[in-house]
């Protein structure tokens, strides 16, 4: 395969630097930290990826602090909604092929059963508003676009949920987890890897691209307490024992239909979990 040249946005979040790590060898990866490319003005969008002329962008950047989000609408929709239209428009312009990491929060998650690609979206959160309002800019300036969809992304070293209940079990004796809210925990690593399988096949439209399997907040943390041998006791919640400015979706599952019919699918959570805790990809 010849060699593409790759911008990535947000290139110093976990998904972008695990997206350096899985680099494959035809891509010719430029990362842009968000001190390099404030994707919230479309002048810093333009002067610094214009002169690259990049085959693909992988847009990554994002703020992903969901109740930060809902305290702050405004800056929310500029750095989610308004940050991918000012990507999308240059990508139209170079002809480039966008990538859009959006999110499983898109869905209201009142339904009973996972939600593929063809579900209808109804957000219940400014962050999820701000996220499909993002995808709707990308699919209505960029014809060659490729809109992911995943959840509760982690890795063995950012701020996440993992290593915050891997800080919090060495801090205390006991964890209360949220036992009825669900979604599938994906390891960045696994979710880069299809990235760039995507990325190579050239193909456009909407997916799902998350580790197989669910598990609720709860069910996350046990794994990990046991996975890691540490000795803390983790006990069930309810939703509504722990508050929060935003209120995420009951049922964030996430399913495919899109995906496998290119023969791209995820490992299973748990298999995904003790790699990354093992420390391998």
């Known amino acids: 395969m010849a060699t593409k040249r790759v911008v990535i946005t947000g290139a110093n979040g976990q998904l972008g630097q695990a997206l350096q790590r899985t680099c494959p060898e035809w891509?010719?990866?430029?990362?842009?930290?968000?001190?390099?490319?404030?994707?919230?003005?479309?002048?810093?969008?333009?002067?610094?990826i214009l002169p690259l002329q990049p085959a693909i962008i992988l847009h990554?950047?994002?703020?992903?602090?969901?109740?930060?989000?809902?305290?702050?609408?405004?800056?929310?929709?500029?750095?989610?909604?308004?940050?991918?239209?000012?990507v999308a428009a240059i990508a139209q312009r170079v002809g480039a092929h966008l990538?859009?990491?959006?999110?499983?929060y898109v869905f209201d998650g009142e339904s009973a059963e996972p939600y593929h690609e063809f579900a209808s979206p109804h957000p219940i959160n400014v962050y999820g508003w701000s996220k499909l309002m993002g995808e709707e800019a990308a699919r209505a300036l960029c014809p060659h676009h490729t809109i992911v969809r995943t959840a509760m992304l982690y890795d063995r070293t950012?701020?996440?949920?993992?290593?915050?209940?891997?800080?919090?079990?060495?801090?205390?004796?006991?964890?209360?987890?949220?036992?009825d809210q669900f979604g599938n925990p994906t390891f960045t690593d696994d979710l880069a890897h299809a990235l760039w399988t995507l990325a190579s096949k050239g193909v456009y439209g909407t997916y799902?691209?998350?580790?197989?399997?669910?598990?609720?907040?709860?069910?996350?943390?046990?794994?990990?307490?046991?996975?890691a041998e540490l000795p803390v006791s983790v006990e069930p919640i309810p939703a509504s024992a722990y508050q929060r400015a935003a209120r995420p979706p009951r049922n964030g599952v996430l399913t495919s239909l899109a995906a496998p019919a290119l023969g791209i699918t995820l490992p299973n959570w748990e298999?995904?979990?003790?790699?990354c805790l093992r420390g391998e990809s």
């Not at 703020?63 to 991918?84: K, M």
């Not at 996440?160 to 006991?174: G, H």
């Not at 799902?208 to 996975?227: F, K, M």
């Open 99 to 104: 990538i859009m990491i959006s999110t499983n």
């Open 60 to 86: 990554c950047a994002a703020w992903t602090n969901v109740d930060a989000c809902e305290r702050d609408p405004l800056q929310a929709y500029r750095i989610n909604a308004l940050g991918v239209q000012h």
């Open 208 to 227: 799902h691209l998350v580790n197989s399997g669910q598990a609720s907040w709860y069910d996350w943390a046990r794994a990990v307490v046991q996975i």
């Open 271 to 275: 298999d995904a979990l003790r790699r």
């Open 27 to 48: 891509a010719e990866v430029i990362p842009l930290h968000r001190t390099d490319c404030d994707v919230t003005d479309p002048y810093a969008v333009a002067a610094q």
């Open 158 to 179: 950012s701020r996440n949920f993992v290593t915050t209940v891997l800080r919090l079990a060495r801090e205390q004796s006991v964890l209360r987890m949220v036992y």
